[in-house]
């Protein structure tokens, strides 16, 4: 295990897996394995990742606030407790329209 991946066998807090900054987007990666990943996200109003595509089937797990998320140009609107599939190799993108933080797991089998 990385040091920097979230310990087994513990309980962990969903809201203090990552923080807050100003102006940022902020992720630590939870999990990483050979067969998809978990990471953790915060990003500040306004902030967000700009259109890409992936291999992958992703699903965001809103902890916190509102998202809206571009999949192949319809938008989604997420809040807090929320989930959303984006499929692999659509083109997608996400822009924070409050605060929110989010759990990121990408499956990386076909």
């Given at each position: 295990m990385n040091p920097s991946e979230m310990p087994a066998a513990a309980a962990l807090a969903a809201s203090g897996l990552v923080s807050y900054q100003e102006g940022a987007v902020v992720s630590r990666t939870l999990v990483k394995r050979a067969g998809g990943t978990i990471t953790a996200f915060a990003f500040d109003a306004g902030q967000g990742l700009s259109e890409h595509t992936a291999p992958f089937d992703a699903m965001v797990h809103v902890l916190d606030g509102t998202v809206?998320?571009?999949?192949?140009?319809?938008?989604?609107?997420?809040?807090?407790?929320?989930?959303?599939?984006?499929?692999?190799?659509?083109?997608?993108?996400?822009?924070?329209?409050?605060?929110?933080?989010?759990l990121l797991t990408m499956i990386r089998s076909t």
């Open positions: 809206e998320i571009s999949i192949a140009g319809a938008p989604v609107i997420a809040s807090a407790g929320e989930i959303v599939l984006m499929p692999a190799n659509q083109p997608h993108a996400l822009t924070a329209r409050t605060r929110f933080t989010m």
